[in-house]
C-alpha cells in the first residue's frame, strides 16, 4: 500500500503541493538479489528515472527546486524528516522507496552505519541543492517557489511504471 504525506510549507523550504509516495518495501525483491544497486539503479532506469547514484542522505535539510527525486534503501534503516524542521519524520528500511516532489526538504536523522540508497530523478535530470543558508530573503523563496512549481510531472512511476501512483496521486 502506498502511503501520501502532504506537507506545508515550513519556514525557508517550500516543499510541494503534491504528496511525497511512500512505498514501503517497494523494491523489497530487487534489494535482495546479488547485485542490489544495479537491480535497482536498472528498474528505475526502465521507468525513465536516471541520473541514479548511491550513497546516503545528508544530514541537514536541503531541497532540490528543479526536479523530484526518488530514494531507494538498499540497506539498513534510517529516520528521515520531511518537510523541514520540526515536520514530518519517518522511518526508511531496506527495499523502501520514496518519492519527493520538488521542493520536499529531507534530512538523516540517524541511520544505521550499513544505511544505504540510491538517487534517482526523472528523465536523469540534473538536480540543484538549496540549503537554509541558500535561502537568504522572501524574494528568493518565492523566486524558488516558482522553480518548483515548473517542475513537470514525470510521465512513468519509478515502481509501478506507466499507471502508477505518480499518475493516480499526482496527475
Known sequence: ???????????????????????????????NQNHPAQAVI??????????????GIFDYHHFHSNTHEVLV????????????????????????????????AHKRLKASKDFSI??????GKEFNTYKEKDVQSEEQFWKIKREVKKVDLPQRDPVQGKNGAVQKYWG
Open 42 to 55: 536498472d528498474q528505475l532506469a526502465e521507468h525513465q528515472y536516471t541520473n541514479s547514484w548511491v550513497n
Open 73 to 104: 534503501c538498499l540497506s539498513g534503516e534510517a529516520t528521515v524528516q520531511l518537510g523541514g524542521p520540526s515536520s514530518k519524520t519517518i522511518m526508511l528500511t531496506q527495499g523502501d522507496v520514496i518519492l519527493l516532489p520538488a521542493g520536499t
Open 1 to 31: 500500500m502506498i502511503q501520501q504525506i502532504l506537507l506545508e510549507e515550513n519556514q525557508l523550504y517550500p516543499n510541494n503541493g503534491l504528496p511525497v509516495l511512500v512505498y514501503p518495501e517497494g523494491f523489497k525483491d530487487l534489494v
Open 118 to 123: 540510491v538517487g534517482a530523478y526523472p528523465n
